[in-house]
């Protein structure tokens, strides 16, 4: 490690890198047991030689020397930046855990995660995790011996202990598994302090990412930071939709981050040769988004297409034929071809592998739905309206500067970066549109367009500030405004209703449900309580554990599409047929008109800028 003033530079030898690769590999694929959910001894093992075997063919053939450099002021910068995106985001990360949504289902599987995995094993894993890749960096040979160490150690584990027996498969199967092992962190420290029932401890990587892709955006601007630069990071972070998304745990965030890497790397990563091309950062951000998120393949699909036609227009594998005849005359062109060809299927191979691993093992060892294509809805025009309604609504003014920056490419003959990030801005919302019609615009699924959108963005805004700062700083205002204007955040932390759904409601609904459960406590500890009107359930344990207070409880499904007032004489008949003092009713809507019915009066309305909860309380006559 070289370090000066200005600059800090990391030289990281290629063995190290590769063996930084296989560690995490084997954390996605050999810490994460999907092989020892084999139903047969046979196939447990040959799953588990097979992902070994390929795993490092990957890393060996993905691996190469690699220099970072960054100055040191940039670590400040970023810390800066994260500590005002959690001053901004503050009531958003510590609002209610939201009913609907997956957010739910990703802090029970990273609860359940923490609580199974023993303190003393992770820990001493860590410790020879850490020793093995020390003794690699020094090019110690005690690093093979340590590092098959290490992997008998967990193999031996899962074999002879395995806390995840009990576990089904769509617990591990669902989503990429690795990621849990990072959101796990966090709450299994706070056991030892408070406890991991604290919404805060859920939302730490989703805002870590947010401010790293603020971060890498604030620097692509210019090499010195200026409050104009600043500005425009927030401008960034009050976006719609980053806005909604860095307080909210959702696995998209992180390969965002990897994404927007990429994206500011793509001239490069989509022309050079595969040599220099695994010396390039941006290389290991596009091998390592396979290993997040699942539907990021089309992110790397389009990446792929993109080299494949840029190399077939600029005469990649010629050039290469050309030069090597100016070398030597006696080259063989068939092994020249053939020699180009085998690189590009290293890159294809290393792009890929990771996703398709995964998949693979999802689609053999449960049932989840897949992609069911259905091209007639390309053929609905409100498909395309919708799709540009959300390009307007979750991005903002981005949108705009994004267009500019892509139309200054295309005058600059960028022709390889402008047609990546209008093929990106293009196919992944008509992928999803294809899969399902009520998916179109979501802006779960927008998040994967924010990189392209912030990277021809940059384009636009460095031509603005090389012209006139001053400009840059008005423009940087205006962003900043409209973003505020057009939020999908409460004054109180809580997201808008219905935001970013066009065709169905998949979104979030942040109902004041701790308020609610706090006051029953205080209120009617001994009651049994009818938790009502939802058709999707609610994570009530987490509340529960919060407060230390377990009520006999029970949910009762309703339908939510069935007039409201026929609805709650409905829950309120099957509370009184039950025998249920107490019932929490979720108020649809934002209107409460039906205050009494039957032998239930309403005692208590909670309410936040976002919904409605009330309480009925039988009478005794």
């Known amino acids: 490690m070289i370090t000066s003033e200005k600059l ?47 795993g490092a063919v990957w890393s060996y053939i993905s691996g190469a020397d690699l220099i970072i450099r960054f100055k040191q002021k940039n670590l400040i910068i970023f810390a800066i930046l994260l500590v005002g995106l959690m001053v901004v985001n503050y009531s958003t990360l510590t609002s209610v855990i939201p009913w609907r949504g997956d957010e739910d289902f990703h802090i029970r599987k990273t609860i359940e995660l923490a609580m199974i995995i023993p303190v003393h094993w992770a820990f001493g894993t860590l410790i020879l995790f850490a ?101 425009w990071g927030f401008s960034v972070a009050t976006m719609p939709i980053v806005f909604y998304y860095s307080s909210i745990l959702y696995i998209e965030l992180p390969a965002v981050f990897l994404m927007t890497i990429v994206c500011f790397r793509i001239k490069s990563l989509l022309n050079e040769d595969f040599g220099i091309l695994r010396k390039n950062p941006g290389w290991y951000a596009l091998i390592l988004i396979g290993f997040i998120k ?41 092994k020249s071809f053939n020699f180009s060809l085998v690189k590009e299927l290293g890159i294809i191979f290393s792009t890929l592998y990771p996703i398709l691993l995964y998949l693979y093992l999802r689609n053999t060892m449960t049932t989840v739905r897949g992609f069911s294509p259905n091209f007639g809805n390309l053929l609905d025009f409100s498909v395309y309206r919708v799709i540009v309604q959300s390009f307007m609504e979750q991005f903002g003014p981005f949108i705009f500067f994004f267009i500019a920056g892509c139309i200054l490419l295309i005058k600059n003959r960028e022709y390889s970066t402008s047609f990546f990030y209008l093929l990106v801005m293009l196919v992944i919302p008509l992928f999803h549109s294809v899969d399902n019609r009520a998916y179109t615009g979501y802006s779960r699924f927008n998040l ?13 805004l460095k031509q603005i500030l090389i012209q006139k700062k001053s400009i840059g700083t008005v423009v940087s205002c205006a962003a900043l405004l409209i973003n505020i204007l057009i939020s999908p955040i409460n004054s109180d932390g809580t997201k808008v209703p219905f935001w970013g759904n066009y065709f169905t409601d998949t979104s979030e609904h942040y109902y004041p449900y701790q308020k609610a459960i706090s006051w029953l406590k205080d209120t009617y500890p001994r009651e049994r309580i009818l938790f009502s009107s939802m058709n999707y359930y609610y994570y009530f344990e987490f509340y529960f554990a919060k407060l230390g207070w377990y009520p006999a409880n029970e949910v009762l ?47 208590k309305v909670f309410s936040n800028q976002a919904h409605i909860l009330v309480v009925y309380h039988k009478v005794h006559r």
């Open 448 to 460: 994967f367009l924010l990189p392209p959108v912030l990277a021809g963005t940059s384009i636009f």
């Open 557 to 603: 499904e309703s339908d939510v599409t069935q007039n409201e007032t026929e609805s709650l004489s409905n829950i309120l008949t099957e509370a009184k047929k039950k025998n249920f003092n107490i019932v929490l009713y979720q108020v649809p809507g934002r209107d409460m008109t039906q205050p009494q019915y039957l032998d239930y009066i309403l005692e």
């Open 131 to 231: 020793t093995y890749l020390y003794l690699v960096w020094h090019h110690s040979r005690w690093a093979v011996p340590v590092g098959a160490l290490l992997l008998m150690e967990i193999i031996s584990f899962y074999l002879f202990l395995n806390p995840l027996q009990k576990v089904d498969l769509l617990f591990l199967l669902r989503y990429p598994f690795v990621n849990y092992w990072f959101y796990a962190i966090a709450p299994r420290i706070s056991m030892f302090i408070t406890g991991p029932y604290n919404e805060v401890l859920y939302r730490i990587f989703p805002i870590i990412s947010a401010t790293a892709v603020t971060w890498i955006f604030q620097r692509s601007l210019s090499h010195t930071e200026t409050p104009s630069n600043f500005l």
């Open 294 to 334: 699942e539907t990021a393949i089309i992110f790397l699909g389009c990446f792929l297409f993109c080299r494949f036609v840029v190399s077939l227009v600029h005469g990649r594998p010629r050039n290469l034929l050309r030069r090597q005849l100016e070398t030597n005359s006696d080259w063989d062109l068939t």
């Open 8 to 54: 800090i530079t990391l030289s990281l030898p290629r063995a190290f890198i590769i063996e930084l690769l296989a560690s995490i590999y084997a954390l996605a694929f050999i810490f994460t047991p999907y092989w020892r959910m084999a139903r047969l001894p046979e196939e447990m093992i040959a799953i588990l030689a097979l992902t070994i075997g390929i």
